[in-house]
């Protein structure tokens, strides 16, 4: 599911379930929505539930594919609801889960410095039979 229009700075705040062993992401500022991965930015959403926090990697929930892992651990149980707000200003990202502040990051010191400024905002679906839903999809573009 993409944004009919691209964004550049924004705060995204969602809801979404996932079941054991879900596996899902959210895309943004993707450039090409044909090649998401490789054109754009992915905070990671994947059942982690029980992991430490020493142990989580930046392909693990509310993590920075390829670039930064979550500080915590701010899963919750499969089947109930996440919260994540994430915000993007400039080359500054920050991602909460559950009312954690997870992702701090200047995004522009990193791998990401060449991915474009603006860009489409996506969710995700690995398909059946992963059965994440979504819900309170709210996009303020600053």
């Known amino acids: ?9 924004f705060i995204l705040d969602l809801q979404y379930s996932y079941p054991q062993g879900g596996n899902s992401g959210v895309y943004f ?7 998401p991965v490789n054109t754009g930015i992915e ?3 994947l059942d982690c ?6 142990q989580m990697t930046a392909h ?8 930064s892992p979550p500080k915590v651990n701010a ?8 919260h994540m707000i994430l915000c993007m200003r400039g080359g500054h990202l920050e991602v909460d889960l559950n009312g954690s ?15 474009p ?25 600053l």
């Open 117 to 141: 400024a603006r860009g489409y905002i996506g969710l995700q679906d690995h398909g059946v039979p992963n059965e994440l839903r979504f819900r309170n999809i709210l996009i303020k573009e």
């Open 29 to 35: 500022r993707v450039a090409d929505r044909a090649d």
């Open 43 to 45: 905070a990671q959403i």
């Open 60 to 67: 693990d929930h509310a993590g920075i594919i390829s670039t």
């Open 1 to 9: 599911l993409w944004t009919a229009e691209p964004y550049g700075d």
């Open 75 to 82: 899963s919750v149980a499969p089947g109930e609801w996440n």
């Open 101 to 115: 502040r997870v992702i701090d990051l200047d995004a522009s010191t990193t791998g990401l410095k060449d991915r």
């Open 49 to 54: 539930w029980g992991k430490g926090d020493d």
